[in-house]
């Protein structure tokens, strides 16, 4: 059974740092691309940032480029998300989830997801 988990989640200022990592089971995670998304009160689950297999081509977000790292270390069958300069709308819940195919900033490319971690940034 594949399960992801979150963790790093907090309460921070405004230009604090976070960072978040996604752990997983049950597959070969080093086969798999995996995403990060972020779904505030209301809204959509928004695409963030994406590595694939090996670590070497990533993607992100307009919204977070320059703020945001997104990085994996597959001995640890891990996923980080480096979080610099958080601002308040940054404050969602963050999601990973493991790419299946498709295109990568949509959450229809992911199977398998984590059950979330809250990130709130105050002002």
């Known amino acids: 059974q594949v399960q992801l988990e979150e963790s790093g989640g907090g309460l921070v200022q405004a230009g604090d740092s976070l960072r978040l990592s996604c752990t997983g089971s049950g597959r070969t995670r080093s086969s798999y691309g995996v995403g990060w998304f972020r779904q505030a009160p209301g809204k959509e689950r928004d695409f963030v940032a994406r590595?694939?297999?090996?670590?070497?081509?990533?993607s992100y977000a307009d919204s977070v480029k320059g703020r945001f790292t997104i990085s994996r270390d597959n001995a640890k069958n891990t996923v980080y998300l480096q979080m610099n300069s958080l601002k308040p709308e940054d404050t969602a819940v963050y999601y990973c989830?493991?790419?299946?195919?498709?295109?990568?900033?949509?959450?229809?490319?992911?199977?398998?997801w984590g059950q979330g971690t809250q990130v709130t940034v105050s002002s």
């Open positions: 590595i694939n297999n090996n670590g070497i081509v990533t």
């Open positions: 989830a493991d790419q299946r195919g498709g295109d990568y900033f949509s959450r229809y490319a992911y199977d398998y």
